[in-house]
């Protein structure tokens, strides 16, 4: 059984590679997708294709829709879907995605810590799991692909 | 043709009430659904039907879960969903409501001030229209429903 | 908005008749469906219509596929299916109910004794709501209807 | 043609193992999944991953949920779903695979005892085979992809 | 309750007019759909409206593909499709009804004679119900919707 | 049987008045829904109630997503859905609703004149049915509810 | 590209070895899978695993059902399901494989002899071809393959 | 991350070959498809297959049906559809195809010159990038699969 996980959310630190390095170290077989996380990249991604826009509006939708075409595809394949709320910024993105997720019967796991635990309880409720470390992911994959518990 | 929207999101201001005002104004045929708007009934539902919970996180599961029955019927049901975002709070739900409403091909109507654009580019790249008032709403009910431009 | 509630599983006693006559006297605005609760019609409906069957298992096979025209269509038209396990018998097709109804979508709310909490776990674990009585399936019903807590 | 088969239900017996050697010895291409069949894993792995509960109904519902990214990703691939009934327990949670597999349109085969058939005969109604030992799915499998009948 | 139910094959006998009657007179909540069954304007019914072709096996494309608009709308709406199966003609549309109303996941009902059950078996095994005569459809319809054996 | 057909294509000849009033004239109980017809309503839409962009290509974005409120809902309620190719202009909007009719599998019947039969030989191949004239949309529609052969 | 093609229908001929030797020797690309074509295994298989029956309805309902494992199977994997009619026999099975797969929007191709020709209307009208040989289902898996019009 | 992108449209200039040869030099994993681009055998591969038509209606809808066995195959396996629209002939074949993909919900960019932009505003509005070089689309592409902004 190979498992496909989408890694969406909080890109300001390094949760991925936590995720991707624990996974290799246990051996796993999963495969990573994920948005892109270079935060300048993926804001002019749509302008820098196709052409400046003067209004920021469309500025932004040039490039949310060109990044669209990369997230819809990793979330519609994924089996299993990790959504991490950092400390910062509304990450409303984070949020759709996990939306998008649910909507689609995808396996969500919500990553956050305590004290988003009140505002995040509609996304809580609709996941599977709801953890707090790069370390739990990682157990939890084990757990899924291999039936053991390594804690 | 009758059209059934559900209107997501911030519940602390009259926005509802007016988009309801404003379609009965104009006559039209529109079916309006939404989550339950009294905050302390939302978070609380659950305890007070299934029984309190010491630990606050499955107090708000067990308010989330059943609210979902409510939410996820209204988004499912429905031909246009409207989320609004408001200036408080963090307002994850709203943006979880569009996020489900995209994955399910619904008709997607972002409403939110000028100061959230950017945080809120990917859900406006996934609505067919992003407004900042109520009567704006109205207005694209009217035009949706009688090709009327009432403006 | 009008709900459609599918009651599954046990038969023997008049939990159905309990909610119904809740939902009358608070006016929810509710309709409901259930499978056949007459224990030897259902049984015996299929060699009753179609002809004798000297061996068990096809006098019982064709009773359960044309029980399953109308089981189906109830739970396949319902937007919440209420699964409610009893004191007696294996109630396989309780179980079997509730799995149909998850794997559809439908909101799942499930009903039974403490005793039978940990053999439940995993079809509890699908559902939106858990409870023990006909009255709290009423206080649902009337807190997702009219966001009404009655209790 | 490979033939992904899922095994769901008993975990006390081996039967996995005896279909897993059936197949091997007659060269037959298969991929099995299955759930943890280790049973204080599977009980107990949600606590152990993500926190302990002092209330057994969210013990219990941390590692039902969690084992569900298992089981749900098992069935959904799976071409067959295979489902044991033994002897002991209320096996519920077999009867609620069968259900998922059946409203998902995956060829459902029963496995059980004679002197369950009356108890299984909605879960029987819905599969498209019914046998008793091991050998008999080896030989199905063996019959569906080689047309070969080897008994 | 209402039933949707879809009279597939046969057009020579009054079988329809007799399962009319039959609910009729039993007061059931079923409304029929069915194809033209008056012979000639099917055969030639696309030609009639959108003009003669000198190759028959134009016409009959043309008239088949007109008829499909009728068929396919009454199948995919209805909750139970019964096909019967006559004593002359190939019948092949009547058998390529039941594969789509098979593959929709409808409840199907086949109706026909003992001399056909063995070339039909592969119809049969598909089907919820096997049976005769028009009054067993009724039965099976009065049973479904009110649980009543009248027989 | 009510059916419900959408209306789709060329918006400056009166062919859908004509349909309209042929369907009434046979008392044929169907409902329609089309674009809005109003060309100058149609283009300005967006701007109108969104807006004014100076850019022609987002003026065009805003009226173009705010009629897809309209134009998707009427296509996928639609029963059957009728695509008309005039003379003038380029009318691809009516070739991308006839590709997304075909592809949501709804009855697509094409109208248009023998000139631009080659170029329309796609669109016409996934049709059920292509006519030149309103009228033969009336018989064909009297003909699907009513197996009447008008002509 | 890959196809995957499913070979329906008669199993008195070789057509299929036909088709199989002329796909090898264009060295296309093609993966085929059809129906157990051993008569005597396709109607025994089921007593023969799962005990004889006495009435021929349930033993051929046991092998019907069991046969049904590959065969849709076959179907829902594949691109194109090719459908022949032969000479002989009833062939019901072909037709109800033929409207399971356009009912599965699957490319249907078509083969039978012209006496067959208004019996199937249709079933030709929903194909993509209707063809009456083996070597044009050989030239036409080659133009879709290649673009290659190998006559 | 392997990314299956059908090419839509014009076939009269050599843009798939520079799309393709960009993705070769900049080492994307990308499998491309596409319609027969040999224009006689697009036309004419109905009637060399299946047999002439004296009729031109029958002769284009035989090819336009087989050639519907490779397009519609190309779309629904592909994650992204790109089509063109260039400065000749009707192209209502591409408005088509971008209406499958749209309904279909795949990741549409759409390709054409600035003066088709009013023409085509509502397959512009479906589309998450429309641009007008072959080389826009190959740094599209490198940017979904790589995150990386080549220009």
Not at 107 to 114: K, N, Q
């Amino acid at each position: 059984m190979t498992l496909s996980v989408y890694l969406s959310g909080e890109i300001h630190t390094d949760w991925r590679d936590e995720i991707l390095a624990g996974c290799k170290a246990a051996g796993l077989d999963v495969v990573f997708s994920g948005p892109v996380t270079d935060h300048a990249a993926s804001d002019d991604c749509g302008v820098a294709i196709m052409g400046a826009e003067p209004d920021k509006f469309w500025h932004d939708a040039k490039g949310a829709r060109l990044n669209a075409i990369r997230t819809r595809h990793g979330i519609e394949t994924a089996d299993i879907v990790v959504v991490r709320f950092g400390e910062k910024y509304r990450q409303w993105n984070a949020a759709f995605d996990a939306g998008q997720a649910a909507a689609l019967g995808k396996s969500l796991i919500v990553m956050h810590g305590a004290d988003h635990q009140h505002a995040l309880k509609e996304v809580d409720a609709a996941a599977l799991a709801v953890v707090e470390t790069s370390a739990q992911v990682v157990q939890i994959l084990d757990y899924v692909l291999n039936g053991r518990l390594s804690g």
